[in-house]
């Protein structure tokens, strides 16, 4: 019903940058926030930054002033700009669609894409 699609991911050396896009798709009728989140090797997951549909943003700590959130909300869209990229910023990233009404549907759930991951090496 509902697909998430993430690209962009790779390997990048420190201090280098990358941007991630997210595209949802499907039968939606409304969709409140989207963001990234990342899980890396032997952690849990976390969000990275999330955005709502009236642009409202919010960020980890330790990803303020470095990377920014941005969507484009007529095509259910969300990017992620990574700059200044650190080795503790690898890991597989996640989109998430949040808030999703289907057509035809009276309830809203979440989504999740597949991840894409980042490297970045020292």
């Known amino acids: 019903q509902v697909q998430v699609v993430e690209s962009g991911g790779g390997v990048v050396q420190a201090g280098g940058s990358l941007r991630l896009s997210c595209a949802a798709s499907?039968?939606?009728?409304?969709?409140?926030?989207m963001g990234w989140y990342r899980q890396a090797s032997g952690k849990q997951r976390e969000l990275v930054a999330r955005i709502t549909s009236g642009d409202s943003t919010n960020y980890a700590d330790s990803v303020k002033g470095r990377f920014t959130i941005s969507r484009d909300n007529g095509k259910n869209t969300v990017y992620l700009q990574m700059n200044s990229l650190e080795p503790e910023d690898t890991a597989v990233y996640y989109c998430?669609?949040?808030?999703?009404?289907?057509?035809?549907?009276?309830?809203?759930?979440?989504?999740w894409g597949k991840g894409t991951l980042v490297t970045v090496s020292s």
């Open positions: 998430n669609a949040g808030g999703v009404r289907l057509w035809g549907s009276a309830g809203t759930r979440d989504y």
């Open positions: 499907g039968f939606i009728l409304t969709l409140n926030a």
